[in-house]
Every structure is written in C-alpha cells, then in structure tokens.
C-alpha cells in the first residue's frame, strides 16, 4: 500500500522563529482542512527500564510553556513519566502530509490549572475521571457502570464534582519540534527546532 505525496514543500524560510508559532499556523491550516480531532496526537513514554508504551490522548493547551494533555496519574503513562518523566508526542495528520514531533521533558501542571480545566469538562467526563481506576485490570463492564451510576447519584448534574486528587496535567516542555512534510518520490521535508541557550536552532533532516 503506498501513495505519492505532492504536496508543496515547506523551507527554512517559511518557518516561523519559534516552533510553537509554526505550530499554531500548521494546526490552524489542519482545523481548516477539516482533519477529524487535529488535537489527537500519539503519547509516546517509557518505563524506568526503557520500555516504550504508546497511545492516542488529546491535546488541551499549549503555549510557549509546552503542550499540555490530562490524565489518570496512576494510568500507565501516569506512572511512567513519574519513574521516567520524557515524552514524545506525535500529531498524525496524514490527509494534509503532515506531522508534527515534539520531544521533551514532562512537568505535572498546579492544581489551579487542572481544577480550572476540569471545571470545562462535561458532566460525564468529570464522573468518569473518577469512575475509572485508568488502565487497571476491571471485573466486567458493569463493575465499571455500577461504579459510574453511584457517581451519578452522588452528584447529580448541575451539582459541582470535586477533581480526583489523582488526576491531573501534564505538560511536555519541548527540547526539540519537528515539522515533517510529505514530498514526491519520499524526498519528505523534515526541519527540526531544538532549544539553545538563546532561542531555537533549526535543521533539515534527510527523510
């Protein structure tokens, strides 16, 4: 299975002086283009021994602090980046050519941070954080709706659902940002951020 790809390339001296700049304009451009969930990305970490896990969570914020996402801290990625706190996030957007590679180190955000988030968050969401003991082995399916419906007896809708002391951000603090663009004959663009004392350094890869 393989497809050309011919999209127009990107240059050094189309990039923007930072990577989270070139990163809201080629995010802006995936909303445009009606990429299903651009905030999707791929969650990359490893255990204390180096052993990688993966999985698709959904971006909830950055700025030039880094790209935040939120969780269970004692899911599996939870208790990775505490034994082990690197990351790598991958934005997949394949119908446009692209991709996005943010590499870096991991930071729990404050807990007014993730209070104020998880205030946005619907109801359903906010019972579920607490239904769900996140990548722990459950009994049945009905364990976990049980332990849902007592939740939603406790707080109703309209009522205020405290935020799980277990549950929280985190933030990736990029090291390095790369920007993969599709090209014919798999001579892909590839230019890659990484931070210097003074600012950023821009590369081009070989693809």
């Given at each position: ?5 011919a999209e127009e390339g990107i240059t050094e ?162 090291q390095t940002v790369e920007f993969w ?27």
């Open positions: 299975m393989r497809r050309q790809y001296a189309d990039l923007a002086p930072d990577p989270v700049t070139q990163f809201t304009r080629w995010f802006g451009q995936a909303e445009r283009a009606g990429f299903l969930e651009p905030n999707a990305m791929v969650l990359s970490t490893a255990d204390a021994a180096g052993r990688p896990s993966s999985r698709t969570v959904l971006l909830k914020g950055y700025d030039q602090r880094g790209f935040v996402f939120f969780t269970n801290y004692g899911s599996r990625k939870g208790t990775e980046l505490g034994a082990n706190p690197f990351a790598s996030l991958l934005f997949p957007w394949h119908s446009i050519d692209r991709q996005v590679i943010v590499s870096g180190a991991v930071e729990r955000t404050g807990r007014d941070e993730t209070a104020a988030y998880f205030r946005t968050r619907p109801h359903g969401s906010q019972l579920g954080a607490w239904a769900s003991e996140q990548s722990s082995p459950v009994a049945s399916r009905e364990v976990l709706e049980q332990r849902f419906a007592e939740l939603e007896s406790r707080y109703p809708e309209g009522e205020g659902v405290p935020v799980p002391p277990f549950w929280g951000g985190f933030r990736v603090v990029p663009q599709g090209r014919p004959n798999r001579l892909h663009d590839r230019l890659r951020y990484t931070a210097a004392a003074d600012g950023w350094t821009v590369e081009r890869l070989c693809p």
